[in-house]
């Protein structure tokens, strides 16, 4: 018989969860691939948008690429753009010629600032208010700890697991695991709050946790769990926790 657990505590990814890039990446990246000739289609660039988190969640390809280009970023970078390109729409051929075009634009103009929306300060007041243990994790490979004290965010949470510290990568359970055991819950008990499907959801499924997917633009129709458009609304979803699809088996 299936048995239910109240969340006791909540894990948040960084990027594009807590933390924002304004104007965003995909953004600037589509004006210029614009200008530049390739197609613009809300449909492609939603593809886009899509196979970009794909490929960010330790995909095989992206695994693939590290080893090819190795320590060669500009190389990386641009067949990242070609792939991006061809994601929305372009022939092989006219991304391999527009992509390096199109790296050297977004080096130029891509100067994002760092955004923390209003809903999430609000939302942190609250959890924190009612005794929710709160901490960050992140697929980043460096600390980020000066970067989350500027932008008002430490006070908030207990600590911020970073991937490069963990050795592990979501969307493995290891580093899922590891930040479960440092908040001292076990993972029934605990909400994963991301905005990347493939490596937050699946990531947190497989280590046991209850993830929540925040998807403004629809993007993951498929997800498995509860959706939410805005940070500001995981408190309203905290409150009926019968939405989360926290009933797992008894062992």
């Known amino acids: 018989m299936p048995s239910s657990h109240q969340i006791k505590a ?13 104007p965003s990446y995909t953004d ?7 200008r530049l000739g390739a197609p613009s289609v809300p449909e492609a660039q939603y593809r886009a948008k899509r196979w970009m988190h794909y490929y960010w969640a330790k995909s095989d390809e992206l695994l693939s690429d590290r080893r090819m280009y190795d320590d060669q970023t500009e190389a990386f970078y641009i067949n990242h753009a070609r792939l991006v390109l061809i994601a929305m729409g372009c022939t092989p ?10 790296y050297q634009m977004m080096k130029d103009e891509f100067k994002p600032q760092d955004w923390v929306p209003p809903d999430v300060h609000l939302t942190l ?17 460096r600390p980020f700890h000066e970067q989350m004290e ?41 909400l994963y709050v991301g905005d990347n499907y493939f490596a937050d959801v699946v990531g947190a499924r497989r280590a046991n946790l209850v993830p929540v997917l925040i998807d ?36």
């Open 150 to 190: 500027t932008l008002g965010l430490t006070p908030y949470f207990e600590f911020a697991l970073h991937a490069g510290e963990a050795k592990s990568w979501k969307p493995d359970p290891q580093v899922f695991h590891q930040a479960v055991e440092r908040l001292g819950y076990s993972p029934y008990e605990t």
């Open 93 to 102: 051929d006219l991304a391999a010629a527009l992509a390096p075009k199109a």
């Open 125 to 141: 007041d609250e959890l924190k208010a009612a005794k929710y243990p709160l901490a960050v994790l992140s697929n980043r490979l």
């Open 10 to 22: 909540i894990l948040f990814d960084l990027d594009g969860t807590l933390r924002h890039n304004r």
């Open 216 to 251: 403004p633009e629809g993007l993951f129709p498929e997800a498995d769990c509860a959706v939410i458009q805005q940070f500001g609304d995981l408190k309203e979803l905290l409150l009926q926790q019968e939405n989360l699809n926290t009933s797992i088996p008894q062992e």
């Open 28 to 34: 600037v990246f589509f004006d210029i691939s614009s």
